[in-house]
């Protein structure tokens, strides 16, 4: 398996959870449950793709700014993360913060899907695609 599967394979993932929390209404225990697993699979998916994405590509000019990019992004998803779980889950403000949120993200994964990841193909060799998966899969079993 190459990097850029093993990547989509989570942002399907993230995809999924942020559709249902969008649907769900109220301070339930389902919507703590899937809103808790969102930000643990944000939170170890963007630890491991800069690990083992982002950072390898920083070595390559045509990819440099693309890395800072997507770094500068898990930081705004970061803080919109935290402004949910300083808010109300019951209120009207959490559902507007969880629509942001998808919006950001959506935009994130689109973005590294239909350009980033073109960049980056361009410049990994068969073999690296190959070791950066391995490497990202495991630490994402390990979380």
Same mark, same amino acid.
């Given at each position: ?15 999924? +959870?942020?559709?249902?929390?969008? *649907? ?5 225990? @389902? ?5 808790? /697993?969102?930000? *643990? ?13 982002? @950072? ?12 800072? &990019?997507?770094?500068?992004? &898990?930081? /705004?998803?970061? /803080?919109?993360? *935290? ?7 019951? @209120? ?8 942001? +949120? ?5 935009? &994130?994964?689109?973005?590294?899907? %239909?350009?980033?990841?073109? &960049? ?5 060799? /068969? ?12 630490? %994402?079993?390990?979380?």
């Amino acid at each position: 398996m190459e990097i850029f599967q093993a990547l989509r394979k989570d942002h399907e993932k993230q995809r999924l +959870l942020m559709k249902i929390l969008v *649907e769900t209404s109220g301070d339930t225990e @389902s919507r703590r449950e899937y809103f808790t /697993e969102l930000k *643990e699979q944000l939170n170890q998916h963007a630890i491991a793709e800069e690990r083992h994405f982002y @950072s390898p590509l920083m070595d390559f000019d045509k990819t440099i700014e693309d890395s800072r &990019h997507g770094i500068a992004e &898990h930081h /705004e998803i970061d /803080e919109l993360v *935290e402004k949910l779980d300083n808010t109300d889950m019951s @209120s009207s403000a959490w559902l507007h913060h969880m629509k942001s +949120l998808q919006e950001l993200v959506l935009h &994130h994964l689109d973005e590294e899907e %239909m350009e980033f990841f073109k &960049h980056a193909d361009k410049v990994l060799s /068969e073999k690296q695609k190959d070791t950066l998966a391995d490497e990202y899969e495991k630490e %994402m079993k390990q979380a």
